[in-house]
């Protein structure tokens, strides 16, 4: 599937994802008053007008971009109605060759990670037969359950060519929080006595370790000090390289999220996980720009996709796009925000 | 809520919760066979299975028990129809007094939390109507996404006298992978400059701190070294803190999962959040044993509430139970391995 990607982002020269997180107040009112008089005001309208509203986002920007990024909460709030405007928005879109990256989150102990990964990108079967509930491409999965809630995810990668997305370093201001954690990790080859005495033996008192000390000498001593999001980094590089999950184009199925909001971790991250792709949240209505960007793709201009949710689907409603477009004109604004955002990111890697 | 939780476990002196994860070799050929035979082998017969296989379990338990902990995994593997199923159980079960926790461990950025607390513990408008989508009582909740991620499930909580638990130390075998990372955690008032010069006036050599210091020396050094999952507790015992969210019992709406196959974690984290309850997931099927489960609760016999899900719902699989009850009986079975756990608590919470 990571080919799949690569190719699409190739064509349409926009490494550019389009989040469909229609929440209600970004959608027009005629939409919403039109739905709702046919339908009352059920969980059913309220589905109808998601679906009514991505399908108009979809016709209008489908030639321009390889991939959606279809927000399942913003669909599950409406129960059971939600949940099946958010599979005919699956449906639909991979009807117009575009990619599906369901943003799930998911992640459990390995048994119930096996059922997501089935939800999300596998099969199950009933009695002899055998379905696909909601066949996304990718999903996106939370690693805070390590190995064995990652391990079903890769399998059915492998199993059904699909990819995924491990959230390593998210967008949100509080990501920080357990994320960035400094964690002291034993490096090299000795054992943990042995770390321990080679350290003390050469006076290493914590201000040399934390401030003064550069990550070659940290190494030499037999720890360092890494902030959490890299070490989960390194277990995606890891799980990335099993040679069966890597494409024709080099590239892994298995991708990390990092938030187009701290360009200088997107850096090290990018450094640190050469096979994967990373999904990059946080552009546009989080704050991040085109020039923090950069870091993220690697010199072929390849390596990273850029989402925008808010930004595009909800294009009409800023000061830029509203006068021209207005309520009626929101696919129209969507599309034009896209050949926007297109343009940012091209410059920005020119540039950079 | 949680008063409610607290009131149940004394009513039925049972601080057990019965896992309704029905997968689908957990279920007796006889149920498969007339439903598929029924609606044929479609994901509306899953759905079904599960439905009908959970109102038998629920029938059987439900005078023991305070409470049930359906694992959405499980029914959102078989997409609508099994979602509907997830639905069908919250609600009967609720018909039956039980305290519904959704094992979904959910966790996004703050606006998407938001929809995901909405989805399972809250309410949305269509229009100018109010509906509850999946309206469990608790909620499981995956902080890797920190602070932003979790307080939209706090509100909801305090609006609405819901609760959840926090996922702190997982039962599975790989939790430790990020979990247990030992973390540097500057402690005291001292600022970050101070505390490093304050290190180093005391040749606080690593080994020191790894090895020969005690956590109350390791305090006055200005940072300490301390395992993930502490970190997360620490984060728990604040939110849980807020009094808005303290019932009658004492008890917070804020509760953790601390697995039954690491009770000494639970005796440290019992300790660092007073006021959570802790949903104790890993008991019986993944090796938790009842001698295991006496760090978790409080003086009182409070504190915690301990899962089992394949121990019970599978119970008719197992030797002890398979020649009394046979396939047919798999209520029946249910039924006395939840006896079978209750008298397996208390005895080790005698001992204990």
Redesign the interface.
């Known amino acids: 599937m990571i080919d799949q990607l690569v190719q699409g982002i190739k064509k349409t020269s926009a490494p550019i994802c389009v989040g469909l997180?229609p929440?209600?107040s970004f959608i027009p009112d005629t939409i919403?008053v039109r739905v709702?008089n046919e339908y009352g005001?059920?969980?059913e309208?309220?589905g109808e007008i998601l679906w009514q509203f991505n399908k108009a986002i979809i016709d209008a920007v489908c030639d321009l971009i390889p991939a959606v990024k279809p927000?399942v909460?913003?669909y599950?709030?409406?129960?059971?109605p939600?949940?099946?405007a958010f599979?005919k928005t699956i449906d639909y879109c991979k009807s117009k060759n575009l990619i599906v990256i369901g943003d799930v989150?998911?992640?459990?102990?390995?048994?119930?990670?096996a059922?997501?990964a089935?939800?999300h990108l596998g099969r199950?079967?009933?009695?002899?037969?055998e379905?696909a509930?909601?066949d996304e491409d990718f999903c996106t999965v939370?690693?805070?359950?390590?190995?064995?809630?990652v391990q079903p995810f890769l399998k059915v990668c492998d199993d059904e060519d699909k990819g995924i997305f491990i959230?390593v370093k998210?967008?949100?201001?509080?990501?920080?929080?357990?994320?960035d954690?400094?964690?002291?990790?034993p490096s090299g080859e000795a054992d943990a006595a042995e770390r321990?005495?080679l350290?003390?033996d050469r006076?290493?008192?914590?201000?040399?370790?934390?401030?003064d000390m550069d990550k070659e000498e940290q190494k030499k001593?037999g720890?360092t000090?890494r902030p959490?999001y890299e070490?989960?980094g390194e277990?995606v590089a890891e799980w990335a390289s099993n040679p069966r999950l890597i494409g024709e184009s080099g590239y892994s199925e298995v991708g990390a999220v990092v938030g187009a909001t701290y360009p200088e971790m997107g850096k090290t991250l990018r450094k640190i996980m050469p096979k994967s792709f990373i999904l990059v949240p946080g552009y546009g209505a989080q704050g991040g720009t085109g020039d923090d960007l950069v870091p993220f793709f690697n010199k072929d201009g390849l390596g990273a996709i850029v989402n925008s949710s808010r930004g595009i689907i909800a294009a009409y409603k800023k000061e830029e796009y509203a006068e021209k477009f207005g309520e009626d004109g929101f696919a129209d604004a969507a599309r034009a925000a896209v050949k926007d955002m297109k343009k940012d990111i091209h410059q920005a890697l020119e540039k950079g």
């Not at 599950?76 to 059971?80: P, T």
């Not at 939370?142 to 809630?149: A, F, K, Q, V, W």
């Not at 967008?171 to 929080?177: A, I, Q, V």
């Open positions: 997180d929440q209600m919403k709702f005001e059920t969980l309208a309220a927000q909460a913003m599950e709030q409406f129960g059971i939600g949940l099946q599979w989150k998911r992640g459990d102990i390995g048994s119930t990670s059922a997501y089935a939800a199950v079967m009933a009695g002899d037969r379905y509930a909601f939370n690693p805070y359950l390590g190995t064995d809630g959230l998210t967008s949100n201001p509080s990501s920080g929080e357990f994320q954690q400094l964690v002291l990790v321990l005495r350290a003390e006076e290493m008192t914590l201000r040399r370790l934390v401030k001593f720890f000090l959490l070490l989960v277990k």
